[in-house]
């Protein structure tokens, strides 16, 4: 079944089985295993910790905010 889910503001058709880590590969490209990668994701405006993200699934009407750190100055 599907479901739709809001991503950084883009409505998004995913599988109701859809996970945080799931969104977060889609949108990087990077494992979240990838402790490389700074990101940092709200789901419904609730910061996720990493170590939570592969067992939290989306329902229906989800926003999701991925956030990731960006060298510069």
Do not use: F, K
């Not at 979240?32 to 940092?40: E, K, L, S």
Request: overall charge negative.
């Amino acid at each position: 079944m599907s479901i739709t889910v809001t991503v950084n503001g883009d409505p998004r058709t995913v599988a109701d089985t859809t996970t945080v880590a799931d969104i977060v590969t889609d949108v990087t490209g990077h494992s979240p295993d990838d402790d490389q990668v700074g990101v940092a994701v709200a789901h419904d405006s609730a910061v996720v910790p990493r170590s939570r993200w592969t067992t939290t699934v989306l329902g229906e009407g989800a926003e999701i905010e991925i956030i990731t750190a960006m060298q510069g100055g």
